[in-house]
């Protein structure tokens, strides 16, 4: 390749050597192991392979310059061979009446079937050379195109490397895993993927070389977390003390589910190893998470150590003052709130208790992060919806003391297995996959907006029980005066349907003030009101338990994890709860799934899933967090059974007592150093 057309290769495709070329890997095939007939022949958009004659040439005059037509013909039928350019030099390389094989696509024109351009070959040729069964397409751009660099001329130079190169790529993984998990070998694999010489073969590449991408992150992340708890010491919990245990025994409120229990013992563990707790507590919404975070400060209590749990919003950290304080006080543990909100005088003493540490639970807002708030020694960190928090934030508090805490990261908002095993890879990972027995499941339901009537005539119902409804709209940056158009029209409807004094109705939006904002929700909260009509910023929060019903207003123009956290605000109180998705007729295809989704489950994980599916990982984790992000041919929504053994097979080799020395794992160890050293490529690996 001339110097020109190779920096545009390098440019274009970041393709240098060799070794970019060979690990520049197709992303489809065309299948050349089939041959059809001319009667078979169908106007559709694949390639299709024919064996025959050329039988004879004409030239059509046209517009500008001519075309060369050719009669082509096997033993079942004749169509014709097009050339719009180069026609003279066409009609004189090539013979009549010897067999070809030709390839391209075929159009229905003037009553007959033809292939325009089609790529020829002598049948004689064919059998002779270089077989190519799955024909590679390898991405392009549009310079590349343009500069000559064809498909075809990328498979020449594939094929031209690997008549060098074949049999000497050198293998990554041992003997061993390789027989374990059934793979084939890198030289097969690599051949194959450029070259399948059979659709089966092509699978088994596929897999070997997505197995390798991801067994490689995988052993990288569960070194990193290994090292990690070396380099990160922490305080030894190892005492079960008095606090926990009596609490356990006597004041806990219910008993705890399986998964709840499950968790606790993972904390456990963690906290006794000498090494920084890292964790992330998963559980969907009312799957009892406060639970588990007040007995783990308990336990932080029982060795003498102060706790601190954060959340992001000042009416979440009153809920779960709340909470917390109604499961410690009846054994006489002190809690205090701290958030923007306190008074100086109450916020001085606050100080001083923590400072001294005679306070040993403080709940409260980013407050906590302030300078001026002292740890005697803070042994513990709770932090709820990990997604409010930056890491730089956590780590503010970390300096304060000598040790870290251990930081237990709480989050309702449920990340796939595959997804978080990938982006918090380095992370410990907890799931409360059960929720609570005797749970009601919400009944989901989507109502068009002709319905509206029907939809009233069931919010009136429910009240008339004693019920409470929300009622909330969207609120979408890009359209904000509509969108406060359609809450206030939607208000001025509803009031007139639910009119004074029988009924009474709170707004809340993003344009009151904050202390309306509250007040109009307190009165909710209290039961004063009986229909809350808000945008989305009771989105994260309250916790009103005789609210049974809630109505999302253009449902379609939420996402999955948005619609499916408004329908945790309902379904917390004994009662039956419902939530009516109500939307217009016209809906694109995604957003059909996406309610469909919601009425079909309540499962938060199985929601991530679909979610995950219809939007990719790159646009879920919001930035490009991690390598998982840009993988070059496995895919963590697709291969997600990949991945598992990936990482089980990773965590193998580094936690078995020979993982190192074993010599048949040298081989790994020592591309893992390569890939390390060679840290460009996998520097966006978090
Ligand atoms: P979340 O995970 O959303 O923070 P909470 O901790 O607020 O959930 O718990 C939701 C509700 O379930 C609370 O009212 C809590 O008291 C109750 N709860 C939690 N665990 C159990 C359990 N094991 N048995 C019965 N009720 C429970
Ligand atoms: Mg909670």
């Known amino acids: 390749m001339g110097p020109a057309r190779a920096q545009i290769l390098g440019k274009e495709l970041g393709i240098y050597t060799y070794a970019d070329l060979a690990n520049f890997f197709p992303f489809r095939y065309i299948d050349r192991t089939k041959f059809y007939k001319i009667k078979e022949l169908q106007v559709s958009s694949a390639d299709v392979q024919i064996v025959g004659k050329l039988t004879g040439f004409k030239s059509v005059k046209q517009k500008r310059g001519s075309r060369l037509v050719a009669q082509f013909m096997d033993d079942s039928g004749q169509m014709e061979l097009v050339w719009f350019r180069a026609a003279k030099w066409i009609q004189d390389s090539l013979k009549l009446n010897v067999p070809y094989v030709i390839f391209g696509k075929v159009n229905f024109f003037n009553g007959a079937f033809t292939m325009p351009h089609p790529e020829m070959e002598l049948l004689s040729d064919y059998k002779k050379g270089f077989k190519i069964m799955m024909q590679p397409v390898y991405r392009s751009t549009?310079?590349?195109?343009?500069?000559?660099?064809?498909?075809?001329?990328?498979?020449?130079?594939?094929?031209?490397?690997?008549?060098?190169?074949?049999?000497?790529?050198s293998e990554t993984l041992s003997e061993k895993l390789i027989q374990e998990q059934g793979l084939i070998s890198k030289n097969e694999a690599m051949f194959n993927i450029h070259f399948p010489q059979s659709q089966e073969l092509l699978i088994k590449a596929r897999h070997r070389l997505k197995f390798e991408e991801l067994f490689f992150i995988q052993l990288q992340l569960v070194v990193k977390n290994l090292t990690n708890k070396a380099k990160n010491k922490g305080f030894v919990f190892d005492q079960i003390g008095q606090y926990f245990n009596d609490f356990y025994k006597d004041h806990l409120p219910f008993e705890l589910t399986n998964a709840q229990k499950k968790v606790l013992k993972e904390i456990r563990k963690d906290l006794n190893t000498g090494a920084q707790m890292n964790r992330l507590l998963q559980g969907d919404v009312g799957s009892g998470k406060t639970i588990v975070a007040v007995l783990t400060m308990l336990i932080a209590l029982d060795n003498n150590y102060q706790s601190a749990?954060?959340?992001?919003?000042?009416?979440?950290?009153?809920?779960?003052?709340?909470?917390?304080?109604?499961?410690?006080?009846?054994?006489?543990?002190?809690?205090?709130?701290?958030?923007?909100?306190?008074?100086?005088?109450?916020?001085?003493?606050?100080?001083?208790?923590?400072?001294?540490?005679?306070?040993?639970?403080?709940?409260?807002?980013?407050?906590?992060?302030?300078?001026?708030?002292?740890?005697?020694?803070?042994?513990?960190?709770?932090?709820?919806?990990?997604?409010?928090?930056?890491?730089?934030?956590?780590?503010?508090?970390?300096?304060?003391?000598?040790?870290?805490?251990?930081?237990?990261?709480?989050?309702?908002?449920?990340?796939?297995?595959?997804?978080?095993?990938?982006?918090?890879?380095?992370?410990?990972?907890?799931?409360?996959?059960?929720?609570?027995?005797?749970?009601?499941?919400?009944?989901?339901?989507?109502?068009?907006?002709?319905?509206?009537?029907?939809?009233?005539?069931?919010?009136?119902?429910?009240?008339?029980?004693?019920?409470?409804?929300?009622?909330?709209?969207?609120?979408?940056?890009?359209?904000e005066q509509l969108d406060y158009k359609d809450l206030m029209d939607g208000y001025e409807s509803i009031s007139r349907e639910f009119p004074l004094p029988d009924f009474r109705i709170s707004i809340v939006h993003g344009k009151m003030k904050s202390a309306d904002k509250d007040y109009e929700m307190q009165r909710f909260v209290k039961g004063e009101t009986q229909i809350m009509v808000a945008t989305t910023v009771i989105e994260v929060g309250v916790n009103v338990p005789n609210a049974s019903v809630m109505i999302i207003e253009s449902a379609e123009r939420f996402g999955l994890s948005q619609l499916h956290q408004l329908r945790g605000r309902v379904g917390r109180g004994a009662d039956q709860s419902y939530c009516i998705l109500m939307s217009g007729m016209k809906l694109t295809k995604e957003a059909k799934t996406r309610l469909q989704t919601m009425v079909e489950t309540n499962d938060g994980f199985k929601i991530a899933e679909v979610d995950l599916k219809l939007r990719g990982p790159g646009d879920l984790m919001g930035t490009q967090q991690s390598g998982v992000l840009d993988l070059k041919i496995a895919d963590i929504v697709q291969d997600s059974s990949v991945l598992f053994m990936a990482r089980k097979a990773a965590q193998q080799i580094v936690y078995s007592e020979l993982g190192h020395q074993d010599p048949d794992y040298k081989i790994i160890w020592s591309t893992f150093e390569k890939i390390m050293r060679n840290k460009s490529i996998w520097a966006n690996i978090s």
């Open 142 to 169: 549009e310079l590349l195109s343009n500069k000559g660099v064809s498909n075809r001329v990328m498979q020449k130079m594939q094929q031209q490397l690997f008549a060098e190169a074949q049999g000497k790529f």
């Open 309 to 479: 749990l954060i959340a992001p919003t000042e009416i979440l950290a009153n809920q779960h003052f709340n909470a917390v304080e109604e499961l410690l006080s009846p054994i006489g543990i002190k809690v205090r709130l701290l958030t923007g909100s306190s008074k100086t005088a109450q916020r001085r003493v606050i100080h001083e208790e923590l400072e001294n540490g005679s306070l040993h639970v403080i709940i409260g807002t980013h407050a906590l992060f302030e300078d001026k708030v002292q740890f005697k020694n803070l042994g513990l960190a709770i932090i709820d919806e990990q997604h409010r928090f930056g890491v730089a934030q956590r780590a503010k508090m970390w300096m304060k003391n000598t040790l870290p805490p251990h930081v237990l990261v709480m989050t309702a908002t449920p990340i796939p297995r595959t997804l978080a095993m990938s982006v918090y890879g380095d992370l410990d990972i907890s799931v409360i996959d059960e929720l609570p027995p005797g749970r009601k499941m919400i009944k989901t339901i989507h109502r068009y907006d002709s319905n509206r009537l029907a939809v009233f005539k069931f919010i009136k119902e429910e009240i008339v029980k004693g019920r409470q409804i929300y009622v909330v709209y969207p609120l979408i940056q890009e359209s």
